[in-house]
């Protein structure tokens, strides 16, 4: 079999051959590891399974390489066919980590007799999202200039320290603190498809402009903004 990094004019291709007197039981195996939670896995084969010799190319995927779960198999096809599937959080239950295995059996026949053929495997993955920054205004470092303005609400709490505060706007009296946080995306990670939450309640910008940024760095970063308003009534509550 060629392996390249990238498709090429006329690639190798993996063939299983049949026995005069043996079944044929043959697997390639491939191991996922993520930095984050799988969101989902996808696998795509070209392969050819001809019915002189009962040939079957088929895919399971597992997250302990132990208990295998079916996900799909080819058999019947002379010429070149795809064989494409796609495991979700179902069976990926929120693993960081999947294996893949391709499974190419025949019954015994004519020796030297080309049974499976595989011409491409094309695997695909993604992540599920997960914080890498928060602040519910426990500590210092997270409140700043804000502590003053700041009501104990320790049921807040997100980040387990058993501290958390909320901003009690009215006393602000229109004085802005939050100022910049720098947020860094985990190590060997990139920050991708960014989404910010925030939650209030009650809150109304009457007199001031309100505006939330953020932009990836480097020197003609983008910024987008998130939340603008201009000198107009506004009040909302809930989750947001």
């Not at 690639?11 to 049949?18: A, F, I, N, R, S």
């Not at 208990?67 to 066919?81: A, K, L, R």
Request: no cysteine.
């Amino acid at each position: 079999m060629k392996v390249t990094s990238a498709p090429e004019a006329n690639p190798g291709q993996l063939l299983t051959k049949v026995h005069s007197v043996d079944r044929v039981d043959s697997t390639l195996t491939y191991e996922i590891t993520s930095n984050a939670s799988l969101a989902f896995v996808t696998f795509e084969i070209e392969g050819s399974a001809p019915s002189g010799t009962n040939a079957r190319n088929s895919v399971l995927i597992s997250t302990d390489n132990i208990h295998w779960v079916p996900m799909g198999q080819q058999s019947g096809n002379t010429n070149i066919q795809t064989l494409e599937f796609t495991a979700a959080n179902n069976i990926l239950n929120g693993s960081n980590k999947a294996y893949v295995r391709v499974r190419m059996q025949n019954d015994d026949g004519a020796a030297g007799a080309i049974a499976n053929v595989l011409d491409s495997i094309k695997i695909t993955t993604g992540n599920v999202g997960h914080a890498i920054w928060w602040n519910d205004w426990g500590t210092a470092v997270q409140q700043r200039a804000w502590s003053e303005d700041l009501l104990d609400q320790p049921q807040e709490d997100i980040d387990n320290d058993g501290l958390a505060n909320i901003i009690h706007l009215p006393q602000t009296n229109g004085k802005s603190y939050w100022g910049i946080e720098k947020i860094e995306a985990p190590m060997g990670a990139l920050i991708d498809d960014m989404r910010i939450e925030w939650e209030v309640e009650t809150l109304k910008f009457l007199q001031h402009d309100g505006e939330l940024r953020f932009r990836r760095p480097g020197p003609l970063a983008e910024s987008k903004s998130v939340l603008r308003v201009k000198r107009v009534p506004l009040s909302f509550s809930g989750n947001h």
